[in-house]
């Protein structure tokens, strides 16, 4: 598609954001036919929402989810998100720039951290031990042989286990009381509010 031929002038804003998104979706879609490929970095599945993106989440039913991807904190009782973007990231990366934000809102370490396995790597294991916090994640290496817990230790792990889904809870919430799981907006700003 060649500019030379249309004198862009004659759109309103709104045509010339569809005509610049529809020029990008020419071009990746031609890149992709002439590598003979399915995949391209930042691939447009909407024209009318180009922000969108694929991001495969390797879940039972939902291979492949639309929309975006969010990090979210619970602090008191609060949920907090930390990130937000339409882009695929490793939330592991943001570990420590959450306990920092913890850190300098109640002015200490957290005692504990609640996370997802992804998020303890070697490196997040590392960093929580250097501050004394600890961490509900598995420990790496083989599983322990069974041994001996005294009956409260069992109820304190249970119960650190069972908080963790209090952030879950919240995902559920946003997905079911403020619809979440559908993209209504056809702008990235209005979509983030």
Not at 18 to 31: C, K, P
Not at 89 to 118: A, H, M, R, W
Not at 164 to 178: D, S
Request: hydrophobic share 25%.
């Amino acid at each position: 598609m060649n500019n030379n031929k249309l004198s862009i002038n004659i759109f309103s804003k709104t045509e010339k954001a569809y005509w610049e998104t529809i020029q990008e979706l020419y071009r990746q879609q031609e890149q992709m036919y002439r590598t003979r490929t399915n995949r391209i970095d930042h691939h447009i599945v909407s024209m009318y929402q180009p922000f969108i993106r694929p991001i495969v989440r390797g879940k039972d039913g939902k291979n492949v989810e639309f929309g975006s991807k969010i990090n979210v904190s619970l602090m008191s009782g609060f949920a907090r998100i930390n990130q937000f973007d339409f882009e695929a990231f490793n939330e592991s990366t943001f570990l420590k720039e959450q306990v920092e934000e913890y850190k300098n809102f109640f002015g200490c370490y957290p005692e504990v951290v609640q996370t997802d396995d992804i998020y303890m790597t070697r490196d997040n294991r590392s960093y929580l031990k250097e501050r004394g916090i600890r961490h509900t994640g598995r420990p790496l290496g083989r599983k322990p042989k069974k041994e001996a817990q005294t009956r409260y230790k069992r109820e304190k792990q249970r119960k650190e286990k069972n908080e963790r889904n209090q952030i879950e809870g919240k995902f559920g919430q946003g997905k079911a009381g403020y619809n979440r799981n559908k993209i209504m907006t056809q702008l990235s700003d209005t979509h983030e509010s």
